[in-house]
């Protein structure tokens, strides 16, 4: 993770030369374009400044509308760059790979809004440094990175990884995996039929309705997950973690947080064996546990028949096992 910040950190820097700053006089158009394509097909974007939404259609086509600003700055001439960009709008297609915003490095002070349909059966890949993303109703697979926006994608069929390094990440109905990795920025997630992924290194990651394993992680946050009924991966350095769910017979569910609480919440019915450590504060449960070893600051309890592990671990904060 620390390598994919360090490049993302590189080209937010990239992103800041090439956006530039808004000075002097600007000039505003915009261009459209229409491809015929014969699906499936790949969609690769980069784009230095600007948000961008891509949507999947019914039809064989990639429409593509894109406003564009050009500003002032210097004895630059921003009416000539925005007629170099519309005149030429950076699209290319070869065989079933469609290009858009190639050498968004000498694109000095343009910035590019894209909204494109593609058929459903596209594969997608975008890298925009400074701008929203919003990708939906497409097959797949879905690689979206970002130095500083938010990523939002719907309905996706296969394997989606999302980054940025400032901007939330929200995905939902996603048909395979999920990874989303963000440095600052909450992350949301519901209804991922694959294992879930996440890492961070600040703010709220919540994870609903997964369908597979989970596996969240970070620095300084809440980590919340609802339903999790296979296996469960929450640590949080600094921060709540509060997982609800219903551990199946062989899952292992391992909750950790250094400074925070962690709360477990559970049907009456759960059937699992709970082993606690809470190193400087209480453990506290509202469900009917047999216990099977206590101490001041541990606890090893089996609650129904047993079955699936859980175990649960905290420095500083209290340990609480609720009714869900």
């Not at 261009?31 to 980069?46: G, K, M, Q, S």
């Not at 609903?208 to 596996?215: A, H, L, N, Q, T």
């Amino acid at each position: 993770m620390r390598h994919k910040h360090t490049a993302l950190t590189m080209l937010a820097s990239l992103g800041m030369i090439s956006a530039g700053c808004e000075m002097g006089p600007a000039a505003t158009g915009s261009f459209d374009r229409t491809l015929t394509v014969t699906a499936p097909i790949r969609l690769e974007l980069a784009n230095a400044s600007g948000n961008v939404s891509i949507t999947g259609s019914a039809d064989n086509k990639i429409h593509v509308h894109a406003e564009v600003r050009s500003s002032g700055m210097g004895f630059d001439n921003p009416q000539k760059r925005l007629d170099d960009v519309v005149n030429n709008p950076p699209i290319e297609q070869r065989g079933d790979t469609v290009r858009i915003g190639k050498d968004i490095g000498n694109l000095h002070n343009v910035s590019i809004s894209y909204v494109i349909e593609v058929p459903h059966d596209t594969e997608v890949n975008t890298n925009v440094l400074s701008g929203s993303q919003t990708i939906l109703k497409v097959r797949g697979p879905v690689k979206a990175d970002s130095a500083s926006g938010s990523i939002r994608v719907d309905d996706i069929d296969r394997q989606t990884q999302l980054t940025t390094l400032s901007g939330s990440i929200e995905a939902q109905n996603i048909g395979d995996d999920l990874r989303a990795s963000s440095a600052s920025g909450s992350v949301n997630v519901a209804k991922v039929k694959g294992d879930v992924r996440i890492s961070a290194l600040s703010g709220t990651t919540q994870v609903s309705g997964p369908g597979g394993r989970v596996d969240a992680d970070t620095a300084s946050g809440t980590v919340e997950v609802q339903g999790a009924t296979r296996d469960v991966k929450a640590h949080a350095a600094s921060g709540r973690v509060d997982v609800q769910g219903n551990p199946s017979e062989s899952s292992y569910w391992d909750l950790k947080t250094v400074s925070g609480v962690v709360e477990l919440g559970v049907p009456p019915s759960a059937n699992f064996h709970l082993t606690a450590e809470a190193v400087s504060g209480q453990i506290k449960t509202d469900v009917p546990i047999v216990i099977e070893e206590q101490g001041k600051h541990s606890l090893r309890a089996r609650m129904g028949n047993g079955g699936g592990r859980v175990e649960v671990h905290t420095i500083s904060g209290e340990i609480r096992v609720r009714a869900s």
